[in-house]
């Protein structure tokens, strides 16, 4: 079957429901086998309760005792043990806070957009079992600005709760790429504006007005539900030794053509791409806009897991996967990327008011001129702006194009003499010119439709709607329909 009768296939029937989690469109949702089974009857209390009962309060030393035994991970991006956080946050004080963070600001991603939408009282059930733990009042929950569904149903679903003596306060994130980082997020429930912020102790020590936050994302809120409703037997019967239990995936971006999907932990990255009607041995970008390029000969022997990702020097971050075309140009997609990262920020720090806006041009050049000194170049500025920023973003768009030069040494090669597999002689092209002007802050509208209106994830064959993923958006100024301008 061909990919796009693969994708209809999994849109149109046998379980999968369509949700608006997305910026401006639908997602597909493979239903099951946990976090995501019974969402074909829809985010109501009461269909929720059909699957899972209400969870029974559970002690500190109890709750605590369970999340090291499941070994739960965040699922928002460092995927750092749940249980040191909640100790953390437990030990570092009385009077605690927690915060459900659903703000998904990275456009590639729609999983939790997808949970509150359709699955909000399960992340409920997991924020109330911890806040009950912690002897917590009140929850608060923040959802983006930019999927404009997601408001309404978690308020709905509050109302749903008020009776359970745990009041919520829900928060919209709008401060584009970056705002859904914890310091972001603690700025935005401060009052202030929902941007990253220096800060030197975690949030579990000094959090929401300086008292001990355990702050994580929805999904990994969702999972707690699901572990205490299991009991650490069951929860552990998927998934590895290492790393039980299941993880949510949204593959293709959050448009369109993006589908979320819950695996078990160490599957093989190929099944997951061969169940989607995808060449098992894609290129991929792993981890988001801040993730990792994996080349086709790496996604063959990888699994969907935070360790073995990490031995590698790659991240599952949020889970957001982008299988590239095999005769797409990682360079041009990286230049994309990078373009939309360097924009994406106010500038306030040196690396991104002057390294990030110079990368974007070095790389932009790299990509359609080519030639061995603009690609030293980007070597060069690549130290330049790590270690330097308030916040991680600097350091995370480094790595995605470090990772381009490790994972792809031919093009590379190609392109520092001046070619490119897919262009051929690409001097004269447009994607330079038009992305130094947005790296500099002169264009508003990102080069995200491609010249010919096609996907940077597709290349020529983004017409095909299974191997073209959605073209990235800014997450601050919506959907970029331009196209490039000389
Ligand atoms: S490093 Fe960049 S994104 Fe982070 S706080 Fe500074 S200006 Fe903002």
Not at 70 to 93: D, H, S
Request: with cysteine; aromatic share 4%.
């Amino acid at each position: 079957m061909s990919r796009a009768g693969r994708h209809e296939q999994l849109r149109a029937g046998n379980g999968p429901v369509t949700v608006p989690a997305g910026f401006l469109s639908e997602v597909a949702v493979v239903t099951g086998p946990r976090l995501l089974s019974g969402l074909e009857d829809g985010p109501a209390i009461g269909a929720h309760r059909r699957y899972w009962p209400e969870p029974e309060p559970v002690p500190p030393g109890e709750l605590l005792e369970l999340l090291a035994r499941v070994e739960l991970r965040g699922r928002g991006g460092a995927g750092f043990p749940f249980a040191r956080k909640f100790r953390a946050t437990l030990r570092a004080g009385r009077r605690r806070a927690v915060v459900v963070n659903a703000a998904e600001s990275d456009p590639s991603s729609a999983k939790d957009s997808v949970l509150m939408l359709r699955a909000p009282h399960l992340v409920l059930d997991g924020a109330h079992l911890v806040a009950r733990a912690l002897k917590v009042r009140r929850v608060h929950l923040v959802v983006p600005a930019e999927r404009k569904a997601v408001l309404p149903e978690v308020e709905a679903a509050v109302r749903q709760r008020e009776d359970e003596g745990i009041d919520h306060r829900v928060h919209v994130a709008d401060g584009g790429f970056t705002g859904g980082q914890d310091r972001a997020v603690l700025e935005l429930l401060e009052g202030r504006a929902n941007l990253p912020a220096t800060a030197h102790r975690p949030p579990a020590v000094r959090g929401l007005g300086g008292r001990p936050t355990l702050l994580s994302n929805a999904e990994t809120f969702a999972q707690v539900a699901v572990a205490a409703a299991l009991g650490p037997h069951e929860f552990r019967r998927l998934g590895t030794e290492t790393e039980p239990g299941t993880t949510l995936l949204t593959v293709g971006g959050d448009g369109e053509h993006g589908i979320v999907l819950e695996v078990p932990l160490g599957t093989a990255m190929g099944e997951v791409l061969a169940h989607l009607g995808y060449e098992s041995g894609s290129n991929l970008l792993v981890g988001g806009y801040h993730g990792t390029w994996l080349p086709a000969r790496r996604t063959l022997r990888g699994r969907v897991s935070h360790l073995d990702l990490a031995e590698s020097g790659a991240v599952l971050g949020p889970g957001a996967i982008l299988p590239v075309a095999g005769d797409a140009c990682p360079v041009r997609l990286t230049a994309r990327i990078v373009d939309f990262l360097a924009s994406g920020t106010v500038r306030g720090c040196g690396p991104c008011r002057l390294g990030l806006a110079e990368l974007a041009e070095a790389i932009a050049r790299f990509a359609d001129v080519g030639g061995l000194s603009a690609g030293n170049r980007i070597r060069q500025l690549l130290p330049l702006v790590v270690g330097r920023g308030a916040c991680s973003h600097p350091d995370a768009t480094a790595r995605l194009v470090r990772s381009l030069f490790t994972a792809f040494p031919e093009e590379i090669a190609l392109h520092e003499e001046g070619r490119c597999a897919v262009t051929g002689d690409a001097r004269g092209s447009e994607l330079f010119r038009s992305v130094s002007r947005s790296a500099r802050g002169d264009d508003e509208a990102g080069p995200w439709t491609g010249q010919d209106g096609d996907s940077p994830y597709g290349g020529p064959d983004a017409g095909d709607p299974a191997y073209g993923a959605q073209a990235p958006r800014r997450a601050r100024t919506g959907p970029g329909r331009r196209r490039f301008r000389r």
